[in-house]
């Protein structure tokens, strides 16, 4: 099945300044992967995605590329805010709503943003 | 429109008792699935419901079973309980279409004594 890798743990980054996660996938038929963000006492919220047909989106301070021979994908948030601060994870899968294998969820990224 | 929503926020059962978790979807959103979230660790897959069916399964024993109403309300039980089963659990919901995404609750938090 698939394994999801997500680096790193934690993160602490200067308001203002730009963070990067990092997920690897081991199966290549997975073909999307998208990102949600946890705070604390609540569930995952999807605040980005990308299919394998697309190297790269943005959504104003988020970016996520994509490297489907390497299996790498990453998260960049620019500009960070207070707000941001959360658990992060990447997840994988063959299907965008997670299909009969559901969704693979990396470990986390605790992203602190530090005033 | 209305989220996904899940009852009840926290639940303490004792080791080999049965439990029953709600959910309700989204608005319009037709499939439900099933996640276990233990601390400091991301989710995993449970199991995913369509038209009433169960039609994906992740590593879980046959202990943890589900359902899905005709309002596409769903259930997850969990039978003789064990420690390890303390977890979030979360659902989500989504529309049965390629490139709808999960739509997650905020959980129920279990606690096995």
């Known amino acids: 099945g698939e394994n999801v890798e997500q680096h790193p743990s934690t993160l602490s980054v200067q308001e203002g300044d730009s963070a990067v996660i990092k997920c690897t996938y081991s199966?290549?038929?997975?073909?999307?992967f998208p990102w949600y963000k946890q705070e604390l006492g609540k569930g995952p919220q999807l605040i980005i995605d990308?299919?394998?047909?697309?190297g790269e989106k943005k959504d104003q301070r988020i970016a996520v590329t994509l490297n489907k021979t390497a299996k790498h994908f990453s998260l960049h948030i620019t500009e960070t805010q207070p707000e941001d601060s959360a658990v992060y994870f990447c997840?994988?899968?063959?299907?965008?709503?997670?299909?009969?294998?559901?969704?693979?969820f990396g470990k986390g990224t605790h992203l602190i943003i530090q005033p | 429109e209305t989220g996904v929503t899940q009852s009840p926020t926290h639940l303490i059962k004792t080791r080999g008792q049965q439990v029953t978790l709600r959910c309700s979807s989204q608005?319009?959103?037709?499939?439900v699935s099933w996640y276990q979230q233990a601390l400091g660790q991301g989710p995993q897959f449970i199991f995913q419901?369509?038209?009433?069916?169960?039609?994906g399964r992740g590593n879980f024993p046959p202990r943890f079973s589900g359902l899905q109403f005709p309002n596409y309300s769903s259930e997850l039980n969990v039978n003789a309980l064990e420690l390890d089963d303390s977890a979030l659990y979360l659902c989500?919901?989504?529309?049965?279409?390629?490139?709808?995404?999960?739509?997650f609750g905020n959980g129920t938090r279990l606690t096995v004594t």
């Open positions: 989500a919901s989504s529309l049965p279409y390629r490139n709808s995404p999960l739509h």
């Open positions: 419901y369509y038209r009433e069916e169960e039609n």
């Open positions: 997840a994988a899968s063959t299907q965008s709503g997670g299909g009969a294998d559901g969704l693979t």
């Open positions: 990308i299919r394998s047909n697309v």
């Open positions: 608005s319009g959103h037709n499939t």
């Open positions: 199966d290549s038929a997975s073909n999307y």
